[in-house]
């Protein structure tokens, strides 16, 4: 009779082949928050509990904005976007909220989708703020705008 490894210890020689095989990595594609990477994975809840996926945005143009609470072009950047209708699609992402304070609160009142999270602007490497990260709809990143200038917001969202 001829000696065969169990199932179990099958499964545990898969698995650590697996790990070990470097062609498994080189496939997946780089996802990271600089110009020709794909997005990077992240899910979130905007602020009427709806939930986003980066898996379900490819497939258009998106515009993944990046605010603070306390900068004042990101005040402004918000009233733009409040008041005026772009036919991209955008999302806006921010940290999350000081204790004790009521930023997300405010969020409610806007028509467009606010995911609070400080882990999703850590993943795209955002160091200021505002920032407009366009991503084509297979899901790779095109550019990345710093918005000095809230003024230039339009033509950035429309392009």
Same mark, same amino acid.
């Given at each position: 009779?001829?000696?065969?490894?169990?199932? *179990?210890?099958?499964?545990?020689?898969?698995?650590?082949?697996?790990?070990?095989?470097?062609?498994?990595?080189?496939?997946?594609?780089?996802?990271?928050?600089?110009?020709?990477?794909?997005?990077?994975?992240?899910?979130?809840?905007?602020?009427?509990?709806?939930?986003?996926? /980066?898996?379900? *945005?490819?497939?258009?143009?998106?515009?993944?904005?990046?605010? /603070?609470?306390?900068?004042? /072009?990101?005040?402004?950047?918000?009233?733009?976007?409040?008041?005026?209708?772009?036919?991209?699609?955008?999302?806006?992402?921010?940290?999350?909220?000081?204790?004790?304070?009521?930023?997300? *609160?405010?969020?409610?009142?806007?028509?467009?989708?606010?995911?609070?999270?400080?882990?999703?602007?850590?993943?795209?490497?955002?160091?200021?703020?505002?920032?407009?990260?366009?991503?084509?709809?297979?899901?790779?990143?095109?550019?990345?705008?710093?918005?000095?200038?809230?003024?230039?917001?339009?033509? *950035?969202?429309?392009?």
């Amino acid at each position: 009779m001829k000696n065969s490894p169990s199932t *179990l210890g099958g499964i545990f020689a898969l698995l650590k082949a697996k790990k070990q095989s470097p062609e498994l990595v080189k496939t997946d594609p780089p996802r990271g928050g600089k110009v020709g990477d794909f997005l990077p994975l992240f899910k979130g809840r905007d602020q009427k509990g709806r939930k986003v996926k /980066s898996e379900e *945005l490819p497939g258009r143009t998106v515009k993944l904005i990046f605010l /603070s609470d306390s900068c004042a /072009s990101c005040a402004e950047v918000l009233r733009q976007l409040a008041n005026t209708s772009f036919s991209t699609y955008f999302l806006v992402i921010k940290s999350e909220p000081e204790p004790y304070s009521d930023a997300d *609160l405010e969020d409610i009142r806007y028509p467009f989708s606010i995911i609070r999270s400080s882990r999703i602007i850590e993943l795209f490497e955002i160091r200021r703020m505002p920032t407009i990260v366009t991503a084509n709809a297979s899901g790779m990143i095109e550019r990345v705008d710093e918005l000095a200038e809230p003024e230039r917001l339009a033509s *950035l969202i429309e392009r």
